[in-house]
């Protein structure tokens, strides 16, 4: 059975420590976009890892600081036409009742009015159809 999702919800990224944010749903993307600032890579035990920071609350008022492993670099095409190398994560998600791991890539999101975009391939891991009149319908 599909759940409906509206074309912006709040998302959790539990591993992360990243409360719930507003993120667009958008079924125009593929991979899942997070807004990273300071980004920064490095070595644990031999694996690749990278360090950045993102903001959440009222107005992005509050910071966090994440770590986790790359699973790989790609280049992204925005879609304006621009090209962007990007760092990409593996990491849970929490949409309403339902959480998945998926891939989400990290970039600059500063000019966006959200921290986050929920794009097609974690749509279609948690099974979900999206109603574009509707919003926040999993709740907080």
């Not at 420590?17 to 070595?43: M, Q, R, W, Y």
């Not at 621009?82 to 791991?101: H, N, P």
């Amino acid at each position: 059975m599909n759940q409906i999702l509206g074309w912006k919800e709040w998302v959790e990224l539990p591993q992360l420590g990243v409360p719930p944010i507003k993120a667009k749903i958008d079924t125009g993307a593929k991979t899942s976009s997070l807004h990273a600032e300071n980004i920064e890579s490095f070595s644990k035990d031999g694996d690749a890892y990278v360090r950045f920071s993102t903001n959440f609350g009222i107005e992005n008022s509050k910071s966090i600081t994440c770590e986790c492993p790359v699973i790989d670099k790609r280049t992204v095409v925005s879609s304006s036409g621009q090209g962007e190398l990007r760092y990409a994560i593996l990491t849970k998600i929490r949409l309403g009742e339902w959480s998945g791991d998926v891939e989400m890539t990290l970039t600059s999101r500063k000019k966006m009015q959200y921290n986050m975009l929920v794009g097609r391939t974690s749509i279609r891991a948690g099974n979900f159809l999206v109603d574009p009149s509707k919003k926040y319908i999993l709740g907080k």
